[in-house]
Structures are given as C-alpha cells and as structure tokens.
C-alpha cells in the first residue's frame, strides 16, 4: 500500500490491479482507513473540469485545512461547488487513494492546517462542527493520489465529451 510520501504513481493505484478490486463507496459518516481506494466527489466549473481531467488536479493555496485539493465522499456536497453561479457546473467522480488520514474534528485541532506535514488526507467528519454545512469534507495533499474516473453532473451536451476525455486520459495510464 502506498502511504505517506511517497511520490510512485503505480504504486499509489496499485489496488486497483488486484484481481478482487471492486469501487469502495464509504458513507460520509464512517472514518476511512489507511491506504485504501475509495469513491469521491468534486464539483467545479466546466472549464475547471476540462483542465482537471487533461491535467490533473491543482491544489488549492489555503483553505479550512490549508493547502490541497479539497473533495468529498458526500456528493452533496461537491454539489455546493462551484461557489455563486452554477449553470457550468460539473460534479466529478474520483477515485482517491487516502493514504495516511488524519481526522480533523474540532475547530481548535492543533494539526487543522499541519497535517500535511504528516500525513496525506486530512478527513473532517459530518457535523463535528468545522465546516459551515456540516457535510464531510477531505483535503487530499497530493493531487496523484486522486484520479478521475467519471462525470456525475454536467451542463447542456457536455457530459459525453467529458467522459471521452476521461476515458482517453485513463487508457493512457
């Protein structure tokens, strides 16, 4: 299993290769455990997507947890992004390898935003009172450790060609 660290890529998606792999999808509310592969959300604008799936995922510069790319088991709440207009919104399935997660469960934790240091998932539970809408949310610290492996939600007739783009990205891998 790939933990905290490391920077080999097949070694990250190496679960995926096993003969008895199948999607781990975790409720919202249950911790994670290290080093396994489970089932995420992001929402995003459609032109964000498109650079996403090309590119890979950027992490953002600060946030409640600091830097990362910030996802979520919940897709209600990728559904809240992006932020002000949403009629380009996108709503993407990932597949993200957690690695070493740190819970973050109260505003004063002394490692909300150290916990890269560390570790390479930093998990906030539903409801423990950190984030605004009391939905789970996830910060992952390395972007490698997060594919993109669909498209739940897309405007107009982009959908398809989102999907394209994905599969094409994937096959190359």
């Given amino acids: 299993m790939a933990y905290y660290g490391d920077s080999d890529e097949d070694e990250i998606w190496e679960e995926e290769t096993l003969p008895d792999f199948h999607?781990?999808?975790?409720?919202?509310?249950?911790?994670?455990?290290?080093?396994?592969?489970?089932?995420?959300?992001?929402?995003?604008?459609?032109?964000?997507?498109?650079?996403?799936?090309?590119?890979?995922?950027?992490?953002?510069?600060?946030?409640?947890?600091?830097k990362g790319v910030y996802v979520s088991r919940d897709q209600k709440k990728a559904e809240r992004y992006p932020l002000g207009d949403q009629r380009y919104q996108v709503i993407l399935k990932l597949r993200v390898n957690v690695g070493k997660v740190k819970k973050i469960d109260h505003q004063g934790h002394p490692l909300r935003k150290m916990?890269?240091?560390?570790?390479?998932?930093?998990?906030?539970?539903?409801?423990?009172?950190?984030?605004?809408?009391?939905?789970?949310?996830?910060?992952?610290?390395?972007?490698?450790?997060?594919?993109?492996?669909?498209?739940?939600k897309a405007p107009g007739k982009s959908k398809p060609h989102l999907e394209?783009?994905?599969?094409?990205?994937?096959?190359?891998?």
């Fill in 164 to 173: 394209r783009m994905i599969d094409n990205k994937n096959k190359k891998r």
């Fill in 23 to 66: 999607e781990q999808v975790l409720l919202s509310n249950k911790k994670p455990k290290d080093g396994r592969l489970y089932t995420m959300f992001h929402g995003t604008t459609l032109e964000a997507a498109q650079k996403i799936i090309a590119h890979g995922f950027q992490q953002s510069t600060d946030g409640l947890l600091g």
């Fill in 115 to 152: 916990w890269y240091k560390e570790y390479d998932t930093a998990w906030v539970p539903k409801w423990c009172g950190i984030v605004a809408s009391g939905l789970e949310e996830d910060c992952v610290r390395n972007p490698n450790r997060i594919k993109v492996i669909g498209v739940v």
